[in-house]
């Protein structure tokens, strides 16, 4: 375990985690992530996140939030919360500062690292159309 302190964040990390390392009962199967680029959010200079880390974020000993981090994109990071199941777009800015609000986030390092497969084909011949008929 991992801790990096500084001006208003307390950061944790807790190395090569599992889902049965997580502080969440019921929870279905992890769904899979977008990508595998790392990042590091908005001005801050560490730590290093992947899709598949779970951030915690705790504040007065309550969990304030557990998202899975799916990807990242131009406008953002893309998350799961683990209460709800819904995705969200965070913007870089303000997914780094989760990290001065809570009074500890938690890191859990690479909790999944199953990626989606994507491999269709489109066929344009498929759409269904109507007949063209003589104008009366």
Excluded at 62 to 80: A, Q, R
Excluded at 94 to 115: L, P
């Amino acid at each position: 375990m991992e801790r990096i302190r500084g001006d208003r964040k307390d950061v944790i990390i807790h190395g090569e985690a599992t889902i049965e390392d997580l502080p969440i009962e019921g929870l279905p199967d992890l769904p899979t992530i977008g990508g595998v680029e790392p990042f590091i959010p908005g001005s801050l200079e560490e730590p290093q996140l992947y899709p598949g880390d779970v951030i915690v974020g705790v504040t007065d000993e309550v969990v304030s939030f557990i998202d899975l981090i799916y990807d990242t994109i131009d406008e953002g990071v893309v998350v799961i919360s683990l209460e709800t199941g819904r995705y969200e777009l965070i913007t870089e800015e303000d997914f780094a500062s989760r990290f001065f609000r809570a009074d500890e986030t938690h890191i859990y390092d690479g909790v999944t690292d199953e990626i989606v497969s994507w491999d269709v084909t489109i066929d344009a011949d498929q759409i269904e159309r109507p007949e063209t008929g003589r104008p009366r």
